[in-house]
T-cell receptor, first 114, second 114 residues
């Protein structure tokens, strides 16, 4: 079965520092991969998606992610953190065997220190 | 604003009761998905409807049921409620149901069972 593992339930960085949120998936076939962000008391907003085109995917708010098949990873990065980036981030996969449902990782709570 | 609407925003009810959550997808989207977000289980896929028909089922309890109406809005019915059903329930929608496109999430309904 597909699964997604996000390493680190909490990540804390200083404002202006690099943000790196880790995601690994388990699948024998490269799936479709997504990163979503959830701000407090809100729904999930799509940051970016990988659907077998370019391996480096650029998203909204300055985030990007790189698909590495050899490492089965899809880590999310942002060069310079902003206070407004504080939120929970979810990695998700879909598409195996034609299934469209999203399978989510456990989430990573990002805290930005001033 | 994702274009997906959910009502009500909050719901407080007692054990044993039945509630109905409503979702209107983005204009033109034919697929509706329901997810449950809880502290212990994380984000879990419940069920998917496509153009009025059930397309996929996840970890949905027998006490729960859903349907999608001709105008494409969907309802999730939860009955014989238990304390453990307290969670955030999200609805998401996506396009034509053929590809694996991104899903757009509503703001959620927070259900509290007392």
């Amino acid at each position: 079965a597909q699964s997604v593992t996000q390493l680190g339930s909490h990540v804390s960085v200083s404002e202006g520092a690099l943000v790196l949120l880790r995601c690994n998936y388990s699948s024998s076939v490269p799936p479709y991969l997504f990163w979503y962000v959830q701000y407090p008391n809100q729904g999930l907003q799509l940051l970016l998606k990988y659907t077998s085109a370019a391996t480096l995917v650029k998203g909204i708010n300055g985030f990007e992610a790189e698909f590495k098949k050899s490492e089965t990873s899809f880590h999310l990065t942002k060069p310079s953190a902003h206070m407004s980036d504080a939120a929970e981030y979810f990695c998700a996969v879909s598409g195996l065997e034609g299934a469209q449902k999203l399978v989510f990782g456990q989430g990573t709570r990002l805290t930005i220190n001033p | 604003d994702s274009g997906v609407t959910q009502t009500p925003k909050h719901l407080i009810t007692a054990t044993g009761q039945r509630v109905t959550l409503r979702c209107s997808p983005r204009s033109g989207d034919l697929s509706v998905y329901w997810y449950q977000q809880s502290l212990d289980q994380g984000l879990q896929f419940l069920i998917q409807y496509y153009n009025g028909e059930e397309r996929a089922k996840g970890n949905i309890l027998e006490r729960f049921s859903a349907q999608q109406f001709p105008d494409l809005h969907s309802e999730l019915n939860l009955s014989s409620l238990e304390l453990g059903d307290s969670a955030l329930y999200f609805c998401a929608s996506s396009g034509d149901g053929r590809g694996v496109g991104e899903q757009y999430f509503g703001p959620g309904t927070r259900l509290t069972v007392t």
